[in-house]
């Protein structure tokens, strides 16, 4: 079970850097158009939700790295975080259906609808169901949690910085 975390634990400390800097790159770019989207409710929770699609591996690297930790906490916790993940997208969906009526163009509706976040927290805990139940193969999911994750953010991010709703 050792090799398992030392190797685990390299993939941790890779995408947990990784997305710690674009979550730091996505604060600056919501600093600078900070006056745009506080006028728009959707845009608020575009950013809420690529905000929280992008901190999605770095809880999955702080995970991973944590010493001496069991499986069946390992699992978990992924459990938790996906149930998380899930209560956030319902949240930010909600805002955002609210207010859709609201947007002056496909492409802003195409920003609001755009979010790989229940996507990924399914596979979060489908990943915690396997790795408590004993399937050690389950943190595999981790793999594509992070891709979805990153990609997603990355185009939620680009896509409602670029949407002009003035």
């Not at 730091?24 to 845009?43: D, E, M, P, T, Y």
């Not at 906490?73 to 459990?79: Q, R, Y």
């Not at 899930?86 to 969906?93: E, M, P, R």
């Amino acid at each position: 079970m050792d090799n398992f975390y030392q190797n685990w634990g390299t993939f941790g400390q890779v995408i947990g850097g990784a997305s710690g800097a674009l979550v730091g790159l996505l604060f600056v770019a919501v600093s600078l158009n900070r006056q745009r989207i506080v006028k728009h409710v959707v845009l608020r929770a575009s950013a809420l939700q690529t905000l929280l699609v992008l901190m999605l591996p770095l809880f999955v690297a702080i995970l991973l790295t944590t010493p001496r930790e069991s499986q069946f906490v390992l699992g978990c916790e992924f459990i938790a975080l996906g149930c998380l993940e899930a209560l956030s997208d319902f949240i930010t969906g909600h805002w955002r259906r609210k207010h859709m009526e609201s947007l002056p163009t496909r492409f802003a509706r195409l920003v609001s609808n755009l979010s790989p976040n229940l996507l990924t927290a399914l596979l979060t805990i489908t990943s915690g169901v396997l790795l408590a139940a004993g399937i050690t193969d389950g943190v595999y999911l981790v793999v594509p949690i992070v891709l979805l994750a990153l990609v997603g953010g990355i185009t939620n991010a680009w896509l409602f910085l670029m949407t002009d709703l003035d």
